[in-house]
């Protein structure tokens, strides 16, 4: 039976101009893979024989962008979507285990699905002819295997970052690595050390929001240990304390598998506990103790992170994460507050997730209190959202020109009114104008 995929127009609409132009042209790549298996695309790429001048002539009048042309890549807009077409091509050498010296555009489908990285990936498709899988891709699909296109430990050598890739689709659909590939992808780990951090950076992130990401930091640890050496250290470090029944890479894992699908916050987990090692004391009764963990983990981060070319803000937001986890603040208005005034509301929502994906991945000892008081203190931070209450020095009921007119100037203005914030925030005192007045008065004047 013709299998027969779902095409939306815009995506249909780009092949049939190259088919009306006399030109070969099929679906390929993620778009097929991700219909075989049922999943919805999110992007359309074709492949075709058309060289890179004749698609300008197949498209002229659409908007078209000529970024990837030198590969033989021309993104065409249609209904304003882009669609990528790609040149047949095969690829030459590899001298630095990333990108080739040079491409060569071919005019025969079979030299294109040969350079392709795993079978899965290299299936065509077209609504007149159906599936064309001359490596077994749908086969592969059909049985969840991850397997390279030819000998895995040349496609490996040619190009390393393919073993990232390998890790993200199988973290992101649950599939086994075939056992050649497998092999080949440990034989060839060192040298992931050639690929830039970015493209590195973008498939760990798309590894950690996969579905089974757990599973493949817990089997493949000792590859990711090559881009984060410092992990390797956690590697079966028992903790010997009542609250963790893990090791911590264990405990890490688990705590990736807990929280939501989202970069930073599957970043923040995965990087949580990793100075615990390095911190490890163990008292007269045999317990461990990591004090001071979460300072440090947050500086190993950092480094780990810039490393990575990791963007600023997700570097900031992570190691602030990273920095607060194990801090268990007092379930009171006051101290959310404090927390609140001092990072935001939406950090601190962040970091009760990471503190509540933290305790599901530690032992049951005390879980269902921990657990409560997170619920208590995400209530405590839902209400004061709801009551606007004011955490700010802008949202003071007064402001610079009335402390001015008390008669302070220059630095007393600022001082008094994070003074005045300090006694709202602890319910000294209202946010009301004549309170504060008076408060300031009789403390700042
Ligand atoms: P997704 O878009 O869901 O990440 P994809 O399979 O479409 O998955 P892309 O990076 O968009 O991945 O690449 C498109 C196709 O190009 C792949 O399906 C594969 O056939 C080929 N490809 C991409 N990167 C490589 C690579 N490093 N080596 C060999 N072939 C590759
Ligand atoms: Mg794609």
Not at 81 to 88: A, D, S
Not at 113 to 125: G, K
Not at 184 to 199: F, N
Not at 214 to 223: C, H, K, S, T
């Amino acid at each position: 039976m013709l299998l027969e995929l779902k095409i939306p127009d815009f995506a249909d609409k780009v092949l049939q101009m190259l088919k009306n132009g006399g030109f070969e042209a099929y679906f390929v790549g993620g778009c097929v893979r991700d219909s075989v298996l049922g999943r919805i695309p999110h992007d359309w790429d074709i492949c075709t024989d058309a060289r890179p001048d004749e698609m300008k002539n197949v498209f002229e009048g659409l908007h078209t962008e000529e970024i990837g042309i030198r590969h033989g890549t021309l993104t065409v807009f249609s209904d304003n979507k882009p669609v990528e077409v790609t040149t047949y091509r095969c690829d030459g050498e590899y001298s630095d285990h990333r990108s080739p010296d040079k491409v060569s555009f071919v005019s025969d489908l079979k030299s294109d699905i040969m350079r392709r990285d795993f079978t899965v990936n290299a299936m065509c498709y077209d609504p007149k002819n159906g599936l064309t899988d001359i490596v077994g891709g749908e086969e592969d699909a059909k049985n969840g295997i991850i397997r390279c296109v030819g000998e895995p430990s040349l496609r490996f050598e040619e190009d390393a970052l393919r073993i990232m890739r390998a890790l993200r689709f199988s973290a992101v659909l649950g599939f086994e690595i075939e056992k050649n590939t497998c092999a080949a992808m440990w034989e060839k780990k060192h040298l992931l050390e050639y690929i830039s951090a970015q493209r590195i950076f973008s498939e760990l992130s798309g590894l950690l929001c996969g579905a089974y990401a757990a599973d493949v930091l817990r089997e493949y640890g000792g590859i990711i240990a090559v881009i984060i050496p410092e992990i390797s250290r956690c590697f079966g470090f028992e903790q010997h304390n009542p609250h963790h029944m893990y090791d911590v890479w264990t405990h890490i894992c688990k705590s990736v598998e807990i929280c939501r699908p989202e970069r930073d916050i599957r970043l923040t987990m995965l990087l949580h506990d990793i100075a615990k090692p390095l911190c490890a004391v163990m008292d007269e009764n045999g317990t461990g103790h990591f004090k001071g963990h979460q300072q440090m983990g947050a500086e190993l981060a950092y480094g780990i992170l810039k490393r990575l070319c990791c963007p600023n803000d997700v570097t900031e937001r992570v190691c602030g994460l990273i920095r607060e986890h194990d801090d268990r603040i007092p379930v009171e208005r006051g101290a959310v507050k404090r927390f609140i005034a001092k990072y935001g509301y939406d950090f601190f929502m962040d970091y009760l997730e990471v503190r509540r994906a933290d305790t599901y991945a530690q032992s049951e000892y005390l879980r269902e209190e921990k657990l409560r008081d997170l619920d208590s203190l995400a209530a405590i931070a839902i209400r004061l959202e709801e009551e606007n209450a004011c955490l700010t020095t802008a949202q003071l009921a007064v402001g610079g020109e009335d402390m001015l007119s008390l008669g302070l100037s220059g630095k007393a203005v600022g001082e008094a009114l994070r003074g005045a914030l300090g006694a709202v925030i602890s319910e000294e005192i209202k946010n009301e104008r004549e309170e504060i007045l008076r408060y300031v008065k009789d403390n700042f004047l």
